[in-house]
């Protein structure tokens, strides 16, 4: 191949991995605001706790984090891997695990501090107590397994021609 059908190729590659990232970060957001109310959380990491401020910032952290999972898994080593639609799916949960331990154990708490607060409002689940943390927890696990299926998956159609996917009106030629 040449440097400029690298280049392409490696081009497409990003694009896919934004566009994975944006409609993963959709299906993944429908978890978070409809069972969790989380959107105008998100929204007051940033100075707006909105319910639309909240979807812009996940919208485009989801986007930004598609990209990084096309420039982390673009190396060699992941090429047998990015071949199959299998092995977009398994990259993509790889990702999202690890994307939910950085979020989740690292940023979420630096922003939360940042903004001044000490501890993020966890929603009560049926019932106040214990079990919130875990059901937290839980649908935040699930959320991102979400994510990193939808990504995978998305990727693995705008990617391979053996991963298109009957009813998006991509033609395998032209990706």
Known sequence: MSQTGATATADRRWRAGALGG????VAMGVVLHWILGLMPTIGALVG???????????LFNSALFGA?????????????????????LSLGVVHSALLGVITGGLLLPTAIALEGATSLPVPTLPVPGLTASFEFGAVIAVAHL???????????????AEGAIGWLPFDPVDR
């Open 48 to 58: 707006v706790e909105t319910v639309l401020v909240g979807w812009a910032v996940h």
């Open 22 to 25: 944006l409609v993963a970060g």
């Open 146 to 160: 979400i994510y990193g299926l939808v990504l995978g998956r998305v990727f693995a159609a705008l990617t391979l």
């Open 68 to 88: 990084l999972f096309a420039a982390v898994f673009d190396l060699a080593f992941f090429d047998d891997l990015r071949a199959d639609v299998g092995g977009c």
